[in-house]
């Protein structure tokens, strides 16, 4: 009922082709921008801030990363760690032997360096497909963290390759408190998410998935297939980058190249699989399960536990927690294969409709 | 019979010709020796048994293959091997016989994937959706939306592919290469798998193209009635060989022809 988009009516296709054409999904989205801007930062403590919504905002990003190159362009990668590897430590250098370079002009040279990176490693996608290209972009994900290892210079001689990130500050600005790096973050990942829906609807969008569904076809229309490719891994791999410097700089604060291992880069493979492949939002709706629903799970377990009166030994909880989370994520694929957003999809076409059945 | 649509239509001078392609694909020979010319505006029909070579024969002309002899002859310039950017960019479009939509995408989406080459605007441009992109994508939408109006699809314009019935998915096939509004297209059996009111329909849109926007069309077809009704002119292929080229009513005559594919009536 309230979701209806009857008299709404589109008389141009400018009308028809901005971001969101129905009314309610503009009042939603700036809502849910005002909530993240102004409500969070007043309400939020600092454990939720640190521990809950800056990883999950970084995740989302390199999730969405990943999902341009693995729901738009069709190419399997299992190198997104090593990708955000690359992204944190180049914009360490740079803000490190580059002096006076501002944070943002660190970060965009981070995710530049990551994305020429991501090229390199993307050159096999010429030639080989699927299961095979992400065996090929495992070679990046072995070899980058054991070079920013090897090579000391990476890490400024420190040992182990361990970098502490430098203070982030812009204009004078010193983003030192969780509720500033949150908002930083934030409007990080929210111009890059606006970024990429742009780019998925627009001719380069159209080209990554022409070549994912066929690309033959997409090569008859006149598509260059190794172009469109290559874009797809410079642009993914730019994004991981990015998630990857905001992970060193807002989340942990200091970071050695073994935390971007497969575990990682397998987990934000997960939370594309869960939000839904070839989905902006997915992206986030499967950020968000990966990194929210083990807290969730937890709190309602150890709290249940006492409220029920059980007397579990310790480490009970956490065991059942990975059960549970485990079978949750069986459930959903099961349920619904192409994920989260579907659901969601599923839901307001519904929606639509409700209460009537057609 | 197989003229009534084209008065009015002026066929001009030798648009397309192939010269002596030879095809092969390790010691299977896909194609021997094959000549034949195209006119520009005209309708021109392959047909032949299965595994004649006939769609081996298209995929030369737009570069999927790349046959080992013989010269591919378009709009002036010679190829000896074409490839298919190079074949989109002067203008060829062509249908698969299996369906080649990209299922994911919306009917829309796939027609302005068709105009792809149009479209020059950069990713940067295309990452902040401002200025030239934006414009760039109302006056594409623009044009795509005239190609929906002439299909008649309207209505299944922001439907995924894949949900759509096959019938629906072939004329969005049609779409997408109008879409680039190509001087030549390369139809493979475009009414396959169809009943006859849509091949109907299909014979109508092809002759209208033709008719409207002086498309030159080469098609591979199976049903005789249909080939004999659009085609100016037909050639004939059988294991890879020409054996007959002209028009219907001469190629219906042709013993060769006959004995091959087309048969007697008992």
């Not at chain 2, 010269?71 to 299996?98: C, L, W, Y």
């Not at chain 2, 049609?174 to 109907?200: H, S, V």
Request: glycine letters at 8%.
């Amino acid at each position: 009922m309230l979701y209806r988009e009857s008299g709404q009516f589109k008389t141009s296709y400018a009308a028809d082709q901005q971001l969101f054409p129905i009314l309610q999904d503009r009042i939603g989205v700036l809502t849910l921008l005002a909530v993240a801007l102004v409500a969070v930062p007043l309400l939020a403590s600092d454990y939720w801030l640190t521990a809950i919504l800056i990883p999950f905002l970084v995740f989302a990003l390199a999730a969405l990363g990943l999902n341009i190159l693995t729901g738009y362009a069709g190419q399997l990668s299992l190198g997104t760690a090593a990708f955000m590897a690359v992204g944190a430590f180049a914009a360490y250098n740079f803000q490190l032997r580059i002096p006076g370079i501002p944070i943002l002009v660190s970060f965009a040279l981070g995710g530049l360096t990551s994305a020429a990176v991501g090229v390199l490693f993307g050159l096999p996608s010429l030639r080989i497909k699927g299961f095979y290209l992400a065996v090929a972009t495992l070679a990046a994900q072995f070899f980058i963290p054991w070079l920013l290892v090897k090579v000391s210079w990476f890490s400024n001689n420190s040992s182990s390759g361990v970098i502490t990130a430098q203070p982030v500050e812009i204009l004078g600005f010193v983003f030192d408190t969780p509720v500033r790096k949150y908002l930083f973050v934030l409007v990080v990942v929210a111009v890059m998410a606006l970024a990429a829906k742009n780019m998925v609807r627009s001719a380069i969008g159209r080209a990554w998935m022409a070549v994912r569904d066929m690309d033959v076809a997409a090569e008859v229309i006149g598509i260059r297939i190794m172009q469109t490719k290559l874009i797809a891994f410079a642009v993914s791999s730019f994004y991981c980058g990015v998630a990857g410097a905001l992970y060193a700089y807002a989340y942990l604060g200091s970071v050695e190249p073994d935390g971007f291992n497969l575990d990682l880069s397998f987990r934000i493979l997960f939370m594309i699989i869960i939000g839904g492949v070839g989905s902006i939002m997915g992206s986030f709706l499967g950020a968000a399960f990966i990194t929210l629903l083990p807290i969730f799970l937890d709190i309602v377990l150890t709290d249940g536990a006492i409220w029920l009166g059980l007397n579990l030994p310790s480490g009970t909880t956490s065991m059942a927690q990975l059960v549970v989370f485990g079978a949750l994520i069986i459930f959903f694929l099961i349920v619904e294969p192409l994920g989260l957003a579907r659901l969601w999809q599923i839901a307001k076409e519904k929606l639509r409709l409700w209460p009537f059945p057609h | 019979m197989e003229h009534e649509h084209n008065t009015g239509r002026r066929i001009g001078g030798t648009f397309l010709s192939v010269e002596n392609i030879s095809l092969a694909f390790g010691g299977v020979k896909a194609l021997t020796d094959i000549s034949f010319d195209v006119r520009e505006h005209e309708i021109r029909a392959i047909i032949g048994p299965n595994g004649a070579g006939k769609s081996s024969m298209l995929n030369c002309i737009n570069g999927v293959y790349r046959p080992q002899q013989g010269t591919i002859r378009f709009d002036g310039q010679a190829f000896q091997q074409m490839d298919p950017h190079k074949a989109a960019s002067m203008g060829i479009a062509r249908t698969f016989q299996n369906i080649a939509l990209f299922k994911g995408m919306s009917v829309l989406d796939n027609m302005m994937t068709g105009r792809s080459l149009k479209m020059h605007t950069n990713l940067f441009l295309q990452a902040l959706y401002v200025g030239p992109n934006r414009r760039e994508e109302l006056e594409h939408r623009q044009k795509v939306e005239h190609i929906i109006d002439f299909l008649q699809i309207e209505s299944v314009r922001k439907t995924p592919v894949g949900r759509l019935p096959y019938g629906v998915q072939k004329r969005v096939e049609l779409g997408r290469a109008l879409a680039a509004e190509p001087r030549l297209l390369l139809l493979d059996e475009p009414m396959a798998g169809m009943n006859i009111e849509e091949k109907q329909d299909m014979c109508r849109f092809i002759l209208d193209v033709n008719d409207e926007f002086g498309t030159t069309i080469v098609l591979i077809e199976h049903d005789m009635g249909v080939v004999m009704d659009v085609s100016d002119r037909v050639v004939v292929l059988d294991y890879g060989k020409k054996i007959g080229d002209g028009t219907p009513a001469e190629v219906r005559a042709n013993q060769a022809v006959i004995d091959a594919y087309l048969g007697v009536a008992h």
